[in-house]
């Protein structure tokens, strides 16, 4: 089992940044893919970007490429996504999930936090 623990959301103007962290606890979180998802009002939760175990290679929903920057601290047992140049329309909840396959969908991650509120106000 993994445990994951968001934090770092917040209100923020259109054009602020943000960083949000994932801390980890149980199995080793190092052995786990991990993912940042994001939930509007009424909308699907939909894949935001994900990581490697080895940390080596990131990839991003085309909303927020060049805008979004995931990373992670094995050492640490934590996980970031910091955002910049934040738009109205990424206000959502988002959430970190870990899983033991690299991708985009969200079945394929077993272990999810609770999920940390990101506003953007215009």
């Known amino acids: 089992q993994v445990q994951l623990v968001e934090s770092g959301g917040g209100l923020v103007q259109a054009g602020g940044s943000l960083r949000l962290s994932c801390a980890a606890s149980g199995r080793s979180f190092s052995n786990y893919a991990m993912g940042w998802f994001r939930q509007a009002p009424g909308k699907e939760r939909e894949f935001v970007a994900r990581i490697m175990w080895t940390g080596s290679s990131g990839n991003y929903a085309d909303f927020v490429k060049g805008r979004f920057a995931i990373s992670r601290d094995d050492a640490k047992n934590t996980g970031y996504l910091k955002m910049d140049s934040l738009k109205p329309e990424d206000t959502a909840v988002y959430y970190c999930?870990?899983?033991?396959?690299?991708?985009?969908?969200?079945?394929?991650?077993?272990?999810w936090g609770q999920g940390t509120q990101v506003t953007v106000s215009s």
């Open positions: 999930a870990a899983g033991s396959i690299y991708s985009q969908r969200r079945d394929d991650y077993h272990y």
